[in-house]
């Protein structure tokens, strides 16, 4: 049920009987209007049940029901992996809870700088540079990097994430957007630009909503051919590919045409932090000059130590990624027998499609109540409006039974809802 205070509609004077601002009028309207489109957020109240993943306790009010989460970034369920909780808990013995201050000033612990290192590798580049998020990471480094570039122009894939959009903003440089996944067109804009200027072509690799995969070797060449920096977000997809866990360029081969790859610590490695990586005087002056990195407290010495635990776990360990492919293939398959439309794509992201947002978030509830099995409703503006979708993450711990149990539980709503079946 909508939250009581949603569903009346506020009358919205700007200003009050007294002559102040009605800013509380104000607030009530935009979320009046949100809940109306069906945009309205809804947080799913949810605990995690250490070494239980995909399993999760559900606090509808007074009512507690273990459920299965299908919907999870913690990809792989590297978050409740023992390895990683154990060097958790044993980073926090030695060093306590917080950092105690900026990377600056006293909050660079020993684990900082290890995680830095095993990053760097990772990617095969000689620094690597750590945010509290990807979402940091992205907005700091290419709001730095386009905005201390004399006269930098930026190139951005349409798809990009908020978190680039919003660095590149914040730089204040020229932006070009081109068309998504298009090296062509890519070529085309970069071609008319002053060949004099710099230039930062900033895209991802796996794309987050849709799945689709960008040409990284084809961007590059294009890129190369006009003298551009190449920033890769690989956010959905560190841990995932690659042999080592280093993401799509590594499994490409692709690691040392980047000029930067950033990535998070909270989905395939389970933790939560951002960082990029690059050569020793892009990271080192990325660190000298953005505020988002100076003037912000360092993470925890124990989510460090925990990142570095599962990075280092899936750097050796292929079984993760491989059994995590199967379940994504098996998913897949049961979704087309049952004639449930789900979008094709070359990754992990199973997105199945609704269309309408009010639907969409019907679907998820009747699965969250009817059937203990949550799938967050994704609308409007995180897709376009018409492709609203559960966006379906599976696990290497989803069991048979689970995917049994969700495309029957799905099937029966798609009926009971006459939503449309694929052809
Ligand atoms: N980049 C992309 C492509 C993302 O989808 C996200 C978040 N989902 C981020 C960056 C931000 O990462 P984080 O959650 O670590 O802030």
């Known amino acids: ?70 919907c999870s970034n913690d990809y792989l369920g590297m978050g409740q992996h023992p390895c990683v909780l154990a060097a958790m808990r044993e980073a926090v013995d030695r060093c306590g809870a917080g950092a105690g ?68 903003r914040h730089s204040r440089a020229e ?27 900033a895209f991802e690799s796996v794309y987050s909503m849709d799945g689709d995969i960008a040409p990284i070797a084809e961007l590059c060449d294009v890129a190369d051919g006009h003298g551009a920096m190449t920033y890769l977000d690989e956010v959905h997809a560190v841990g995932l590919y690659g042999a080592r866990g280093g993401g799509i360029a590594e499994r490409e081969g692709l690691s040392h045409r980047l000029t ?4 998070t610590l909270a989905k395939g490695f389970g933790v939560v932090g951002g960082y990029i990586t690059g050569s020793m005087a892009l990271c080192d002056f990325v660190r000298s000059f953005s505020s988002g990195f100076i003037f912000t407290s360092a993470l925890p010495p124990s989510v460090a130590a925990a990142a570095l635990a599962s990075i280092r776990h899936l750097k050796t360990s292929a079984s993760e990624r491989q059994h995590h492919q199967a379940v994504v293939a098996s998913l897949r398959k049961r979704l087309d027998a049952a004639g449930l439309p789900h979008m094709a794509n070359p990754s992990h992201i199973v997105p199945l499609m609704v269309g309408d947002p009010v639907l969409c978030k019907r679907v998820s509830d009747v699965l969250l ?51 449309k079946r694929a052809a």
């Open 369 to 419: 109540s009817d059937y203990g099995i949550y799938v967050q409703p994704i609308n409007y503006p995180t897709v376009p409006p018409g492709t609203e979708r559960l966006r379906i993450t599976p696990s290497p711990l989803h069991t048979a039974q689970d995917i049994d149990h969700l495309v029957q539980a799905l099937s029966a709503i798609w009926s009971e809802l006459r939503l």
């Open 1 to 70: 049920p909508p939250p009581n205070y949603l569903s009346a509609k506020p009358t919205v004077p700007s200003h009050l009987p007294d002559g102040t601002m009605n800013y509380e009028g104000f607030f009530r309207q935009q979320l009046h209007d949100l809940h109306m489109q069906g945009n309205y957020r809804v947080f799913c109240d949810l605990e995690r049940q250490a070494g239980n993943f995909p399993r999760a306790t559900h606090f509808n009010g007074r009512v507690q029901s273990t459920v299965t989460v299908w």
């Open 260 to 263: 930067v790859i950033e990535g």
């Open 101 to 168: 201050g900026t990377r600056n000033i006293s909050g660079t612990t020993h684990y900082h700088v290890l995680l830095e290192r095993e990053l760097a590798d990772l990617h095969n580049k000689e620094a690597a540079l750590l945010f509290t998020s990807g979402y940091v990471s992205n907005w700091a480094a290419l709001g730095t990097l386009a905005s201390r570039l004399p006269g930098c122009v930026v190139l951005s894939d349409e798809g990009n994430h908020a978190s680039m959009i919003e660095g590149i």
């Open 175 to 201: 932006k070009q957007i081109w068309q998504h996944n298009d090296p062509e067109d890519l070529n085309r804009r970069l071609a008319a630009l002053d060949p004099g200027r710099p230039k930062l072509v």
